[in-house]
Every structure is written in structure tokens, then in C-alpha cells.
């Protein structure tokens, strides 16, 4: 499916008249993004931010943002939250997470916004493992398990992460909106560019205030919970489309190996929580 | 309800078994249910056709429990199953 993406002049965000049917939310409650139906397809609303109209009819997402916002940020969202949307109408498989390569394999981090997955990808592309991705990881089936399709070389990070792991700030603009820089791929921050075997997804719980990395095998069916509510999908009221995803999810739930990794949730604890994944990884899979 | 009911699935009712569980999604509402090994052959029985008191001769043969107990928990799952929407009786 090809998108036609148009750009519509700034204008506060009017309130709309019908009321939203899904509804996403940061770590402390507050409105993300909200999901409207529209007479040819959704409006999905970030509060103060933008509104994407999506025109089913015409494969057409009009960017509405409201004022003083940086079009870095609106290409950040739509690349990372409306694009996904759209392909999961197609039958892709999306998931929140970012992705790094280790030895020839790719393993994912999933977790809701603040739970570190952007700073554990930068973090082991640091320490030498290519990341694929920064968020809304891409699972195409291969053989009889999946691989990783890269995304952009680019991960956001925010500044007090950025500058824990490099000692300065590389790119230099803070977005405002974002609370995060964007940081392009370069020496010290490989990017890898061919699709790579999964091997194992990373669920990052909620701190339990641990002293040393904990890294669990989850139960698949526990997992399948887990997927279903870290995954992409545009319209959970399309019985359709949400039948076809749940029986993709219950799939990659029977056949990915999925963990439940906490951590200490301090900067100067990093390279342990890495080297516990690395050791993690060669180990076998061994609980920690 | 008793024995010889035959229960309806709902159509909105997706199950797929993952990790010898059988998780459902039901549609309708968005909400899901995990049946342990027991209750998914309870749900793929009711599925086929079968009434409770056929569902139980089914899962007699493939699981050790006793009758009485069998009985008892396919009732109780069939109530549960209907009070969510995802059966009628």
C-alpha cells in the first residue's frame, strides 16, 4: 500500500465530536494519543501535538499539527506511531520495541514508553551490537520463526541517557516536544541493515527495585497477553483485522522465546544490565 | 443448565492454544481468557457440537480425574463461559 502523506497548516486542536474508542497512555497516566472513527477512516489525536486523518478511501494521511511544533517531531510520530498503524492494517506484524543484533541474531525490547528501550539499543550498539531499530520492530515470518526488518538508522534517546552514554550531546537539538534527541547511526552507533533472525524478545517489566539485573522465561501464554498489548493495531473494534492479529500474535507467542527482564534503573548500573544480556545470550537462555 | 445442555460459542470468540494453554479473545469486547489444558479441551469439545455431558466423556478419556469432580468443573466453566458472553446456553 502506497500512503500519500500531506501537511496541513498549524491550528489548535479543536475538540472533536465524537468520543474516542481506544486510547493510549504514558507510564503516569497521561494521554498519549487518542483513536477517533471518521466517515472515511480515523483521526488519531496526540494532545497539543497533532491529529493524523487517515482516508481509508484515498490511502491519504493529512498531518494536522497544532502550533510550535517542530516538524522533525511530527515526521517522528508519524514514522513511529501512524506509519505502524497503517501497516498493521495490512497484515505486518508491529510491535513496541527496538531491536539489536547479537551474533548474527536479533533480539527485541518491548516495553511502554520510559521503560528504556531506546537506552538499552544505544547501549548495546555501544558495546558493538548493531541496532535495528529504535521502536515499532517489524516481524516478518522466516522459516519457522521470524526475522527483524531494519527500520531507519536513527534512535532517540533522551539527553540525560545521550549524554551517560557519550559524555556530551551529539546531536545538539533538544526537541522540546519530544524530550528526545534524535541520534543518526554513525561508528561508535551501528545501525544494522539486513533483516535478522529473532531469537528472543525482552519484555521490560515494571521495576521491582532490583540490585542486579533479573532476566525470566515467561510463560507463552502469559507472553500472548503481553504481545497483544505491546503490538500495533489500529482499530481493536475491526473483528476482522483483530482476529487475523491475535492469531499472528498467538503464533510468535508459540514459537519466540520471550523473557522478563528488570533491572536497576540507574545509568551507572548499565554496563552490568548489558553484560547480563550478552551472558544471556550465551549462556543458553538460562533464567538470571 | 445441567449435563445435557448444548452450549453455543459466540462467533466473536477467537481461541488459539499457545504453550498447552488455550487463550480466547473475545472480540466483542476486547477482552481475553486463558482455559488451562482441561478447559481448552472443554472449549474445543462445546465447539464441535458436544453437549457438557459429552464434553466430560471426551476429557475422561484423555485426562485422570474423577467423574463427579469432571462434572462439577465443566459446569462450573460453562457458567463462567456464558456469564462472560463468549457461549449461550
Known amino acids: 500500500m502506497t500512503i500519500r502523506v500531506i501537511n496541513a497548516a498549524a491550528a489548535v486542536q479543536l475538540p472533536l465530536s465524537t468520543e474516542p474508542y481506544d486510547c493510549w497512555r504514558m507510564l503516569d497516566g497521561t494521554v498519549a494519543c487518542e483513536f477517533h472513527r471518521t466517515k472515511n477512516g480515523y483521526r488519531v489525536r496526540f494532545p497539543d501535538r497533532a491529529d493524523f486523518a487517515i482516508d481509508l478511501t484515498e490511502d491519504q494521511v493529512t498531518c494536522l499539527p497544532a502550533p510550535d ?14 506509519l505502524p498503524l497503517m501497516m498493521t492494517r495490512s497484515g505486518d506484524l508491529v510491535l513496541h520495541a527496538s531491536g539489536v543484533g547479537i551474533d548474527g541474531q536479533a533480539i527485541g525490547f518491548i516495553g511502554a514508553t520510559g521503560r528504556g528501550k531506546s537506552t538499552l539499543a544505544a547501549s548495546l550498539a555501544k558495546a558493538g551490537h548493531p541496532f535495528l531499530t529504535d521502536d515499532g520492530l517489524i516481524l516478518d515470518p522466516a522459516g519457522s ?22 559524555g556530551r550531546t551529539l546531536a545538539g537539538e533538544l526537541d522540546p516536544d519530544a524530550l528526545k534527541e534524535r541520534v543518526p547511526a554513525r561508528p561508535d552507533l551501528p545501525f544494522l541493515e539486513v533483516p535478522t533472525p529473532l531469537a528472543a524478545l525482552y519484555f521490560l517489566v515494571e521495576p521491582r527495585g532490583v540490585e542486579e539485573p533479573q532476566i525470566t522465561r ?30 499472528r500474535l498467538a503464533q510468535v507467542a508459540n514459537a519466540v522465546t520471550c523473557y522478563a527482564l528488570d533491572f536497576p534503573r540507574r545509568y551507572d548500573a548499565l554496563s552490568g544490565v548489558i553484560e547480563a544480556i550478552r551472558r544471556h545470550r550465551a549462556n543458553g537462555n538460562n533464567d538470571l | 443448565m445441567n449435563l445435557e445442555s448444548r452450549l453455543q460459542t459466540s462467533s466473536d470468540a477467537v481461541a488459539r492454544e499457545v504453550g498447552g494453554e488455550t487463550m480466547l479473545l473475545d472480540l466483542a469486547s476486547g477482552t481475553y481468557f486463558g482455559l488451562n489444558e482441561v478447559g481448552g479441551a472443554v472449549w474445543n ?42 457461549a449461550t446456553a
Not at chain 1, 520463526?145 to 557519550?166: H, K, N, T
Not at chain 1, 497483544?228 to 487475523?244: C, E, V
Request: glycine letters at 6%; one cysteine or more; a negative charge.
Open chain 1, 69 to 82: 511544533v517542530s516538524e522533525a517531531f511530527l515526521g517522528d510520530i508519524y514514522f513511529n506511531q501512524i
Open chain 1, 145 to 166: 520463526g521470524y526475522a527483524v526488518r531494519p527500520r531507519r538508522p536513527i534512535l532517540r534517546l533522551r539527553a540525560d541517557s545521550e549524554a551517560m552514554l557519550y
Open chain 1, 218 to 247: 515467561m510463560p507463552a501464554a502469559g507472553t500472548l497477553a503481553e504481545l497483544i498489548a505491546h503490538s500495533f493495531i489500529l482499530d481493536i473494534g475491526d473483528k476482522p483485522r483483530l482476529r487475523a492479529h491475535f492469531n
Open chain 2, 45 to 86: 469439545a462445546l465447539e464441535s457440537g458436544a453437549s457438557l455431558a459429552e464434553a466430560c466423556d471426551q476429557i475422561e478419556a484423555q485426562f485422570d480425574v474423577p467423574r463427579g469432580q469432571l462434572e462439577a468443573d465443566v459446569l462450573a466453566l460453562a457458567e463462567q463461559l456464558v456469564s462472560q458472553g463468549l
